[in-house]
């Protein structure tokens, strides 16, 4: 697929002193995404917790050699001007193992958007991902995405979210962030006392019913998920999963774990 025929000049774009160079993404290059990421208003992953999208991904490991992860856009000075992630992942459906790929924290500075589209391309050209995966496109990429054929899934509610929160001062510091709310990191910690209290009282609520489940705090994930896992595999072949693993999960509960709180997550058996 060509795709520079979208790369059309703009006065945006005339601003920009050279076309950038395009080039895979490394490690060494956190920083700077790091810093194009908080530019331009989005939220930023720790080193620890972004590195793990990759390291301890068994896809990834097993085709590094070919799978950059992924793109950046260099401008003057070795700048960089642009960004997109790409962490491949096993899915599972009837029995066979895909190789899938989910574009990541896709961002351009404003002189260079006309070339945010060369990313895209980038990783549409992967002849090695046999799926295409993207569960977070706005409504502001959903046309750039079109271009390369990447249409929504022809199920569900696409323009309405449903998510539980695990973590109070990080979704309001998202949320805050994304209506451009001054300070918004600050205000989160105040602010997350309240659904914090709302969960509290619902999960007392919630004790009082006898639902035949009980609850248990571990402080990681054992070899029943593996046995849980595995049945819901077999009961549903005909359903695009996720492979995981006990290590898989584990690994992610310590990556996305904030420093200084415990690494104890809700784990629900039946009684």
Same mark, same amino acid.
């Given at each position: 697929m060509i795709v520079n025929r979208y790369f059309h000049s703009t006065d945006n774009a005339k601003e920009a002193a050279r076309s950038p160079k395009l080039r895979a993404a490394a490690f060494e290059d956190y920083p700077r995404i790091a810093a194009l990421? &908080?530019?331009?208003?989005?939220? /930023? #992953?720790?080193?620890?917790? %972004?590195?793990? $999208? %990759?390291?301890?991904?068994?896809?990834? /490991?097993?085709?590094?050699?070919?799978? +950059?992860?992924? %793109?950046? $856009?260099? @401008?003057?000075? #070795?700048?960089? &001007? @642009?960004?997109?992630?790409?962490? +491949?992942?096993?899915?599972?459906?009837?029995g066979r193992r895909l190789l899938a790929s989910v574009a990541h924290a896709w961002v351009v500075d404003t002189p260079y958007r006309s070339y945010s589209l060369w990313l895209l391309d980038q990783y549409f050209s992967q002849n090695t991902v046999e799926l295409f995966l993207n569960a977070t496109v706005g409504p502001a990429a959903t046309d750039s995405f079109a271009v390369f054929e990447s249409v929504p899934v022809p199920v569900?509610?696409?323009?309405?979210?449903?998510?539980?929160? /695990?973590?109070?001062?990080?979704?309001l510091a998202s949320w805050l962030a994304m209506k451009a709310v001054p300070l918004a990191r600050t205000f989160?910690?105040? $602010?997350?006392? @309240? +659904?914090?209290?709302k969960d509290i009282l619902a999960k007392r609520q919630s004790r009082q019913c006898e639902t035949g489940v009980e609850v248990e705090v571990c402080?990681?994930?054992?070899?029943?998920?593996? &046995?849980? %896992?595995? *049945?819901?595999?077999? *009961?549903? +072949?005909?359903?695009?999963?996720?492979?995981?693993?006990?290590?898989?999960s584990n690994s992610r509960l310590k990556a996305t774990t904030p420093s200084g709180f415990s690494n104890s997550r809700w784990k629900y058996s039946a009684s």
């Open positions: 990421q &908080v530019a331009n208003g989005l939220q /930023t #992953k720790s080193y620890e917790e %972004w590195k793990h $999208l %990759w390291i301890n991904n068994s896809a990834y /490991t097993k085709f590094q050699a070919s799978l +950059p992860i992924g %793109w950046v $856009l260099e @401008g003057e000075e #070795k700048k960089l &001007v @642009g960004y997109l992630g790409n962490i +491949p992942l096993f899915y599972e459906l009837e569900g509610e696409w323009d309405r979210s449903a998510f539980s929160i /695990t973590h109070y001062q990080g979704f989160s910690y105040v $602010l997350s006392v @309240g +659904p914090f209290l402080i990681e994930v054992d070899g029943r998920f593996d &046995v849980f %896992w595995e *049945a819901l595999r077999k *009961a549903n +072949p005909h359903v695009l999963q996720h492979l995981c693993s006990i290590r898989q």
